[in-house]
């Protein structure tokens, strides 16, 4: 509740009018009135309940009243008294009925991050007199919380530890078969010490059952969705999933996600368009003065809240635990958000399917892609079992003969019920929705992880608990959720990081603190919670420059002299937000959105102009969202939604319509939601949910059904 302020009203003036059930005038120091369903206080004991003396009034809707108390039984505790509102006194029965629903519900649940119900509150001889009392939270409002902000919007590290309570409440309640249906930043208290409390549960319903009809369709305009509007609907978890992605739209760009000025013309902008991204948002209400100096919205989080908004619920992650995975999940490069399981297919061609592919990763000779329905689909080379087809019979025999369907020119379902998925040199990994982490595909220098270095045609787990993946050459990490980073593979040049040059055929621990992970051809880059980016492996072009070394043009020039490679991890740079390795050069993004390169430049994929090699970071842009580090080919994305790329192009990688090397940046496409870079092919997602592929296609790599190369961007179906 919101902490205790002056009563603006003078002594004894009523809120309502006189009427059955009245307010009440209670005597005695507070000077307040009595709220509406309160039982009258006795001459000789000014108190409510017989105990409770009244302070003031903390807020009013249109489900109740809610007062603050102190309860004389619990040495002047402080609680929240919740009374029926006045105007639910035309039908009294109706009233307190719905405000002992609340109390039965609200009891059911118990967590840190929901108000407490202490009890229900009653008068034997007046029925008319009841108030539910909870917890009292001494806080401000989310609202007020985000007004706080000089510029009127927050950060997403700052939402972060609160999204997680946000989540974390509203998973336990949907776990309960309780939705809320009215999340909004009024009902989100936030302490002084960060904790987040979510209130009012009085029109919040049984998942998938037909609510009451005195609360179907109730909501808060803006916040609810269109089913939550349709009083035929039951109550289901995307519902409250729906009102989060509002909140944290709101909260991020200052402004929610439509524009209107009636109850018609937010249900036509509902059914018919497409919010602006959270970005652009934040430009149109702030202006770029406003944005300049303010750390970029990660790309992850703009594709997942956008899903939360989607106007089928089928195409919304399905549980505020997925919502919390989607906008927690490791910053791999480019930053993935991964799908919720077991969604209905979608077509990207559906207008109003900004986001059908939510993850993808493209390896050497074939690419991966997850769309929101929890299919991994993959496309390309399938000579080592790296695309394995599911739909194809698994028997012993047909596993021999696997090796003649050479390559997938089209996408073929690899598996369901996945989160994030990256493609290596010839094998995939990829995680699933309960945090198992599998494997398939060539396994030679034991970069499966499976304790041998048999190729595997079908998919293997490796590990539980997992929330990132990256697969390198033939080396693969991966990050568990209490942050320790795993490495298995190759290590000739030291890339797993674990102080030896000694192949690994089973995962060995490497660091922990670690949130964010890239495997390239032969180094290997991470990022630890303090924003340090530390490297390991092949140094010779310079893409590990150590950042404790010094860094003058003598000692560049020598570097490669006295260190080719680091087998223990050295830090690269700090305030690091992403990073991407290629097969000798290393891209990183600092939390003020600029864009840094380093390493091997023999094609421009530095993009600085040059084809020098760089043994110190240079700058290459500012404004960055996400970046991807292809073979010799770079790509990335800037805060306006634009695609660039620099570098090898001789297959048409680069998707510039020629097979010239760009040494410098070239735009390629507007309105970018994700890309990713192969060795020699790139693909990346629009706006508008379309998946474009460009570059080397020998091996179908790029899904569109042939092997032409293709040097401008062409459309893929997708599945």
Not at 300 to 319: F, G, M, N, S, V
Not at 411 to 416: E, F, L, T, Y
Not at 511 to 517: D, G, I
Request: aromatic residues 6%; glycine residues 10%.
């Amino acid at each position: 509740m919101p902490p205790e302020q002056p009563d603006p009203r003078a002594p004894g003036e009523t809120l309502y009018p006189p009427g059955p059930g009245k307010p009440i005038h209670v005597s005695g120091p507070s000077q307040t009135d009595a709220p509406f369903g309160a039982p009258s206080p006795q001459p000789k004991n000014p108190l409510v309940f017989n105990h409770y003396r009244l302070i003031k009034q903390l807020g009013a809707g249109g489900m109740g009243e809610v007062w603050l108390a102190e309860d004389q039984t619990f040495n002047n505790r402080r609680v929240a008294l919740k009374f029926p509102s006045p105007k639910n006194f035309q039908d009294p029965a109706a009233a307190i009925s719905r405000l002992q629903k609340e109390t039965i519900r609200a009891l059911a649940l118990s967590h840190d991050n929901i108000v407490r119900i202490h009890g229900w509150e009653a008068e034997r001889d007046n029925e008319n007199s009841c108030a539910i009392c909870m917890e009292y939270v001494d806080g401000v409002t989310l609202d007020e919380w985000r007004k706080k902000h000089a510029s009127g919007f927050a950060d997403a590290s700052a939402l972060l530890p609160i999204v997680e309570q946000l989540c974390g409440a509203l998973a336990y309640a949907h776990r309960k078969d309780i939705i809320h249906r009215d999340i909004k930043p009024d009902n989100i208290m936030i302490l002084a010490d960060g904790t987040v409390k979510i209130m009012d549960f009085g029109i919040a319903g049984n998942a998938y059952k037909l609510a009451s009809s005195d609360v179907r369709g109730t909501g808060t305009f803006g916040y609810m969705c269109l089913q939550q509007m349709d009083a035929r609907n039951s109550p289901a978890p995307t519902d409250d999933v729906y009102s989060l992605g509002v909140i944290l739209y709101e909260l991020l760009a200052g402004k929610q996600p439509y524009d209107w000025d009636s109850l018609e013309m937010l249900i036509m902008q509902m059914m018919n368009t497409i919010p602006p991204t959270i970005t652009a948002r934040r430009l149109e209400v702030h202006g770029k003065d406003a944005v300049a100096n303010r750390p970029l919205v990660p790309a992850h989080w703009e594709t997942t809240i956008a899903a939360c908004l989607a106007k089928d619920p089928a195409k919304r992650p399905q549980t505020a635990t997925d919502v919390w995975k989607l906008l927690h999940a490791t910053l791999q490069t480019p930053p993935q958000p991964p799908s919720s399981p077991s969604l209905p297919e979608v077509s990207a061609l559906n207008a109003n399917n900004r986001t059908s592919v939510i993850a993808m990763s493209a390896g050497g000779r074939h690419s991966l892609y997850v769309t929101r329905d929890g299919k991994l689909w993959g496309m390309g080379e399938n000579i080592n079992g790296q695309v394995i087809d599911i739909t194809r019979p698994n028997s012993s025999f047909f596993n021999r003969l696997r090796r003649f369907f050479l390559y997938d020119t089209a996408p073929v379902q690899i598996a369901s019920n996945v989160t994030a998925a990256n493609a290596g040199e010839g094998h995939s990994l990829y995680i699933t929705h309960d945090g198992k982490l599998w494997a398939l595909g060539l396994n030679e220098n034991g970069q499966l992880g499976d304790g041998t270095t048999k190729e595997r045609h079908i998919p293997v787990q490796i590990d539980s608990n997992v929330t990132a993946v990256a697969a390198g050459g033939t080396h693969s990490l991966y990050i568990t959720n209490d942050g320790k980073l795993w490495a298995m593979g190759s290590n000739q040049w030291g890339q797993l990081g674990d102080g030896t040059t000694t192949e690994r055929h089973s995962p060995v621990q490497i660091a922990t603190n670690v949130t964010a992970v890239s495997a390239g051809t032969m180094h290997s880059l991470y990022v630890t919670r303090d924003g340090k980016l530390w490297a390991m492996g092949n140094n010779k072009y310079g893409q590990l420059v150590n950042v404790t070394h010094a860094n003058t043009p003598i000692l560049s020039r020598l570097r490669h002299l006295f260190v080719d490679d680091y087998s223990t991890p050295v830090q690269i740079a700090s305030e690091v937000a992403i990073a991407d390795a290629g097969i000798a050069h290393s891209l990183y993004v600092t939390r003020g959105g600029k864009l840094w390169a380093a390493g091997w430049n023999n094609r421009g994929q530095l993009g600085d102009g040059t084809t020098t090699d760089r043994h110190a970071p240079v700058q290459i842009a500012s404004n960055v969202t996400a970046v991807a580090a292809g073979g010799t080919h770079s790509l990335y994305i800037t805060n306006d939604g634009k695609l660039w790329a620099m570098g090898s192009n001789d297959h048409g990688q680069l998707g510039d319509g020629t097979t010239r090397e760009r040494y410098a940046p070239v735009q390629i496409a507007p309105n970018i939601i994700t890309m990713t870079a192969g060795a020699m092919h790139s693909l990346y997602v629009t706006h508008d949910g379309k998946l474009q592929v460009m570059g080397n296609n020998q091996y179908g790599q790029l899904g569109d059904g042939t092997t032409t190369n293709r040097p401008t961007p062409v459309l893929v179906q997708i599945h």
